[in-house]
């Protein structure tokens, strides 16, 4: 446990000794890093706890439907 706190503190020095004189000089870098680290865990979030089993079951649904009709009418290798 101690390795993992230590990489830790070690991680964030390192971020801190990076991003320090950025945000002291007005860059605008650590705001868009901060701006783009939002949007993936965002979008990471939205898809695994939203859309993510949704989808799954829409295609689920789909191929149910799909192999229903193919039953009823045939299956054509064509189209």
Same mark, same amino acid.
């Given at each position: 446990?101690?390795? *993992?706190? #230590?990489? %830790?503190?070690?991680? &964030? $020095?390192?971020? #801190?000794?990076?991003?320090?004189p $950025? *945000?002291?000089? +007005?860059s @605008?870098?650590? &705001?868009? !890093?901060?701006?783009?680290a939002?949007s993936? *865990?965002?979008?990471?979030?939205?898809? *695994? %706890?939203?859309? +993510? @089993?949704?989808?799954q #079951? @829409?295609?689920?649904?789909?191929? &149910? @439907? $799909? #192999?229903?009709?193919?039953?009823? !009418?045939? !299956?054509? +290798?064509h !189209?």
């Amino acid at each position: 446990m101690s390795a *993992i706190q #230590a990489k %830790f503190n070690s991680m &964030l $020095l390192n971020t #801190a000794a990076y991003y320090r004189p $950025l *945000i002291r000089s +007005g860059s @605008a870098k650590p &705001l868009w !890093h901060m701006m783009i680290a939002t949007s993936v *865990i965002m979008y990471t979030q939205n898809y *695994i %706890f939203n859309k +993510g @089993a949704k989808v799954q #079951a @829409a295609r689920k649904e789909q191929k &149910l @439907a $799909l #192999a229903e009709y193919y039953e009823k !009418h045939g !299956h054509s +290798g064509h !189209h």
